[in-house]
């Protein structure tokens, strides 16, 4: 189904130029790292920025100069096996980087971590109820706490129950991402965007860093990527001609179905599911111009964007009802409706003093409406009341909260880290050498940060002025999630999810330069060709010219210096007239000078008259040819006005 631009196609691209603009002001302004020399960092990080964009414009055109795109365009099979070795190497150095991280770096749940470890160890043992009514209240107020517990207790069973078996599967999930990642950067963007989202989704040092933690991250972000990647098929890969309809219609089901188990995880799926719907609604597929009734049903039932996305609702919403019965039997309590369930995060949220996050004032009213009514979900409808009265207070604090959550949501990527030198710290495991590599991995991150927010940029520009691209679901994904968390509690970790966004929107936007400067190289030897065509066409003109002009300038000459040499005449027996013998003998004796000069005198004039007449003809001929030459010179000047014309079209 061809994506087509709308006002608001375009309203949301030129919203996420604003917000990533502000993001790359925000992170180079606040560069953070050593405080002694704070400007060192900023100069270092603009000279980066510089030298980045130039080496890969300049490799790009390299590239395009020696024709590499052609040539394993060629060589398909050689191309296929490149890009799979490649593939298999990078995946296997993002699993040995998240190993060696949680072996390096011992880490012992704690905070909500610890949570998710104590709720899957008592699923696992199915004592849940029995010992844990805390925690059922509390999943009660947080549903999608249980999501990644229920992940965590099937690795406990098939694996143990312990700290590594958890971090080891968040590994897999981690590497899993980094495939799904490729495999959505190459549908958008071709086989080099698809390399370097790889590339970057393998290194990104926060998220190799944050493995040590038993976070429900890991497992979202996979299920949240994957649901993108089969969007994305059935998006690009189902049109008219289709001969399987019938599975198109399936996945469709499927969809629905991952989105769901998504959202058990994390709600914030919801953004997806939303961003599909926006993006499905409004499309219909051209269907072939014969009799309807040959085109199969379900063809037909595809190309209508709107009966996609109700199929997509529908199955999602079966699915997710299923899931609450299952949480509500496993911990023997109601849920709270979507709209009750939000109260406690929009009161955290909206909480000017802790800017957005967690605090303990509220944490304590939520708890106190707890004991008082004996109802999770009376207690969530209590902080969504006291919300509502800060939402409505006082407009223009409100906004400068907006103001500040976004900046401490986007301006840096430091979790990582500094999650591990939080706990690390406070467990006596930070040693001197752990805190130098975290460190130094700070800086590393916040420079790949930034030059990935930089081409990002760049790509939203490009996205403005080329035609539509389906990157326009993973960018709505990212301004859902700016969105929400203006309202919501916020950290800076909660940006995890939405990196993939920025390295997927970065590659393709490095494809296009790639592209740009194959087009640049093109034009530019089609530029010279057609130059040094027009240069031998006027070379070719001017010899021509000349050579009349050589013609006419000796046929001139000739006719000038065409005097009758009447000795040689006479001598070689040319010419006979009846005073020859007479004027020998007379030109034999020198002593007859006057008859002589008689006889020259009339030659002379007879020559002269001659002369006359013939340099009368040449003139009228020198005018004729300075006529020609003068159409000619018109016609060559023509011909450059013509061709200057036909370039500046192409």
């Known amino acids: ?98 190993y060696a991280v949680i072996v390096q770096f011992p880490m012992e749940p704690a905070s909500d971590y610890k949570t998710y470890y104590e709720i899957a160890e008592m699923l696992k043992n199915g004592t849940l109820q029995e010992k844990g009514e805390g925690y059922c209240n509390y999943i009660a107020m947080f549903p999608h706490i249980i999501g990644y517990c229920y992940i965590l207790k099937n690795v406990f069973v098939l694996f143990g129950t312990s700290v590594w078996n958890g971090q080891m599967a968040n590994v897999l999930f981690s590497v899993g991402t980094v495939f799904v990642i490729y495999r959505i950067g190459r549908k958008l963007g071709g086989k080099l965007a698809g390399v370097i989202a790889l590339t970057a989704a393998a290194f990104w040092p926060s998220q ?17 990527y994957l649901s993108l990647l089969l969007f994305l098929h059935l998006a690009m890969d189902y049109d008219a001609a289709t001969r399987h309809a019938v599975w198109g219609v399936l996945l469709h089901i499927l969809l629905g179905f991952l989105i769901a188990v998504t959202s058990a995880i994390r709600p914030m799926a919801l953004i997806l599911l939303i961003a599909i719907i926006l993006c499905l609604s409004p499309q219909n597929m051209k269907l072939p111009n014969i009799p ?135 467990q006596n495991q930070l040693t001197p050498k752990r805190a130098g590599i975290l460190t130094a991995a700070q800086e590393t991150n916040h420079m790949v940060y930034m030059i990935t927010i930089l081409f990002t940029l760049m790509t939203l520009v490009y996205l403005l002025q080329r035609k539509a691209s389906y990157l326009y679901v993973p960018i709505l994904l990212y301004l859902g999630t700016a969105a929400m968390h203006l309202f919501v509690e916020s950290q800076n970790r909660y940006h995890y999810h939405v990196l993939p966004v920025f390295m997927i929107a970065a590659s393709v936007g490095i494809g296009y330069i790639f592209e740009n400067a194959i087009v640049f190289v093109k034009s530019a030897d089609l530029q010279r060709k057609e130059k040094e065509r027009q240069k031998h066409q006027e070379e070719t003109v001017l010899k021509q010219f000349e050579e009349e002009e050589r013609k006419a300038i000796k046929t001139r000459y ?23 013998a007479k004027y020998m003998k007379e030109t034999a004796h020198p002593d007859k000078e006057d008859q002589k000069d008689i006889i020259f005198q009339e030659m002379r004039d007879s020559e002269r008259t001659e002369l006359f007449n013939k340099i009368e003809q040449l003139e009228k001929q020198n005018k004729k040819l300075t006529t020609e030459c003068k159409a000619l010179r018109e016609e060559l000047e023509l011909e450059k006005s013509k061709h200057s014309n036909w370039r500046k079209e192409k």
């Open 292 to 426: 309807k009734n040959s085109i199969s049903i379900w063809v037909r039932f595809m190309a209508k964007g709107w009966l996609r996305s109700v199929l997509i609702l529908v199955s999602y919403w079966i699915l997710s009802s299923v899931i609450t019965t299952n949480i509500e039997l496993t911990i023997n309590k109601s849920l709270p409706s979507l709209s009750e369930s939000f109260g406690y995060n929009l009161l955290v949220g909206l909480n000017e003093e802790s800017r957005g996050g967690w605090n303990e004032e509220d944490s304590k009213f939520l708890y106190a409406n707890l004991d008082i009514t004996k109802s999770p979900i009376q207690a969530q409808i209590a902080c969504r009341d006291r919300a509502m009265k800060r939402l409505t207070s006082d407009p223009r604090a409100l906004f400068d909260l907006f103001v500040n959550k976004y900046e401490l949501l986007w301006e840096n990527d430091d979790y990582g880290v500094t999650w591990n030198l939080a706990f690390l710290k406070e």
């Open 558 to 580: 000739k006719n000038m210096t065409n005097a009758f040499d009447m000795d040689s005449a006479i001598k070689n027996g040319n010419v006979i007239v009846t005073v020859s």
């Open 208 to 224: 190799i860093f944050y493995g040590t933690m038993l976070a429900a991250e890991f497992s979202f972000t996979f299920f949240l």
């Open 1 to 98: 189904m061809k994506l087509e631009k709308n006002w608001f196609y375009y309203f949301c691209i030129a919203l996420s130029v604003a917000g990533i603009a502000y993001i790359l002001i925000c992170g180079v302004s606040n560069p953070g790292g050593s405080q002694n020399y704070p400007y060192v960092r900023k100069g270092l990080m603009i000279l980066v920025f510089f030298l980045v964009w130039i080496g890969v414009h300049f490799f790009a055109l390299l590239c395009a100069r020696l024709d590499l795109a052609s040539r394993l365009l060629k060589r398909r099979n050689l191309s296929l096996g490149l890009e799979g070795v490649y593939v298999i190497l990078i995946l296997g150095a993002a699993f040995a980087l998240r």
